[in-house]
Every structure is written in structure tokens, then in C-alpha cells.
């Protein structure tokens, strides 16, 4: 059976994985990435990882014709390497992956950024099937995203194109790990919502139902925390809830006005909050939206969650390669 190894590099986890022509995760491997505070290069975890899932693909028989690799960062597709900043992981920018896994394995390599293999993934085989022009963005530390404009993935001229967590949205806002300030990141994404409860809980002389939760630790305070202590009725939590709703929001309409979008499809953890997240984007989307660009809009949730990267950087090997992969 003809097979893909894929990798998923990040900053917090590496999966490596075996995943069949139709998209399908067959096997996966994880493992942290930071091993003794990275003193193991990220690079060298990703090897290992992917060694680990290519011998388990040898022993079942499959026939791995490449390797499709999802990395954090900004990724040089085009030569599959890192040419741009990827929050604090060390001596990132710089490495050849394409080059590091060919060398290793002797197979054909496809690097991609790894929200635009998320985009990728969901095109083909998850929400955005039925699209050629989406947006795809991903709610976590940060905000990731990949655009598919006329069913391809909109790369740019290095392969760089899409990064629209670093919209600028206010301009002397909050300073980004980029260097900028009022990155739309900064207000959208679940860092910025944790930082600005934190804020408030600090200027309130009140003892807020969050305080409850984590035992007065408020370093334990997570998406999942502040989504609890809502669903108590918490009002500082509702409050900042409803700011973190109104910034993607902003962001959104943004986007919706420059590319014309059929759909936008939100991931991450915390797009499973329907009633909390998804639901009041929407409407404050059509409320700040020129009528014409939100009367086709569709704003859902994406469906492959943390497969994602790998199944896009399946997708990636296949449209550079070809799908047959002979």
C-alpha cells in the first residue's frame, strides 16, 4: 500500500505519522519538542520521531513514496526551509528541513508552513471541501493561517504568504514576539485572552469565581479555566470573553473585505465553544461587515483538529509531487 510519512513540527509537540492517499492517519507518533529546554536540536527530535514511524510503516509492509512535513515557522516552501521567526524556538531560522529529511531518509521532501497545511487539510478532506475560496485560522498561542484561493493554497512569492495573526489591528498596540506591536494575535488569539483576565483579576478588588477554580494560583489560569468559571456566571470572564469575541471579529471582517472569502473556518480548542465563540464571532462579523462581502459568507469550525498538519502536509507532498507519487 502506497503511504506518506508526515511530520508535524511545532513548538510544543512533533507527530510524526503514516497517513494513505485519501487522507486517512494510519499511525501516529508523538513526542514533546523540547527536550532539556532544546538542548536536542528541534530539528534532531523531528528525525527521531519520523525514524521511529518510518520502521513501524516497514514492519506493517507500506510502501513510503515521500515525506510531507508541517513545521512551525516561516517556511521557504520552495526550498523547505526556515526563514522567519517562530516564537522562542532556539536556532530555528536557518534550518534546511527538506534538506536534513532527504538527507536521512533518501526520500522526497515537501516543507510547508503548518497553518497552511491545516488550510490544506481541511480542503481536502475537511470543512472547506466544498470551497475554492476560504480562510483558515487556527486559535491557539498565537493565531495561524492559510489562505485557498481558487482551490490552491496562496503562498506568496517565498512561500511565506498568510500570516494573518500579524494583521495590524491597533496601531501603538500591544508588542507581538514579532518584533511588531497590535498584531491581531495579540488580541485574538488564547494568549491574549489569558493575559487580559490576568490583567483584570490584578485591577479588581473582587474575588472572581477564577480565583476558586485554580485555588488563588492564578499561573494555572487557562482557556479551559476561563470558559468554566463563564459557564458559573463569572462577569470578568463573560466581559473578556466577549473583547476576545469582538478582536476576532475585527480581524475576520478584515479579511472578508481584502479577499472575498466563501467561508472562514476557525480551529483550535477553543472553536468547540459554539454558543460562546463561534456564534457571537458570526454576529459581530455581520454586524461590522460591509452587507455585500457578509451576504455569502459561511463561518464555521474545522473538522480534522490536531490531524491536521499532518494530513496537509500529505496534501502538500501530493500537489508537488503528483498524486500517483510513481
Known sequence: MKVLLTVDIGGTAIKAGIVD??????????????????????????????????????????DIRGIGVSA???????????????????????????????????????VENDANCAALAEKWIGAGREF?????????????????RDGKLMTGSQGIGGEIGHMIIEANGQECTCGNKGCWEQYASMTALVRRVNMKLQESENTSTIHNIVNGDLDKINGKVIFQAAEMGDQLSIECIKEFVKYNAIGIVSLLH?????????????????????????????????????SNIKIMVAQLGNDAGMVGAAKAFMDKYGMDMK
Open 21 to 62: 492517499m485519501e487522507g486517512k492517519v494510519l499511525y501516529k507518533h508523538e513526542t514533546p519538542s523540547n527536550i532539556n529546554d532544546y538542548e536536542t536540536p528541534l530539528i534532531e527530535v523531528a528525525k527521531s520521531a519520523a525514524s521511529v514511524t518510518y520502521e513501524y510503516a516497514g514492519a506493517q509492509g507500506w
Open 258 to 294: 481584502i479577499l472575498n472569502p466563501e467561508a472562514v473556518i476557525i480551529g483550535g480548542g477553543v472553536s468547540m465553544q459554539k454558543d460562546r465563540i463561534v456564534e457571537p464571532i458570526k454576529k459581530e462579523v455581520f454586524k461590522r461587515s460591509m452587507p455585500a462581502f457578509a
Open 72 to 110: 512551525a515557522g516561516q517556511i521557504n516552501s520552495k526550498i523547505g526551509q526556515v526563514i522567519g521567526a517562530c516564537g522562542n524556538i532556539p536556532n530555528w531560522i536557518g534550518v534546511n528541513i527538506k534538506k536534513e529529511f532527504e538527507e536521512k531518509f533518501k526520500l522526497n521532501t515537501h
Open 132 to 148: 475554492d475560496d476560504f480562510v483558515a485560522y487556527t486559535i491557539g498561542t498565537g493565531i495561524g493561517g492559510g489562505i485557498i
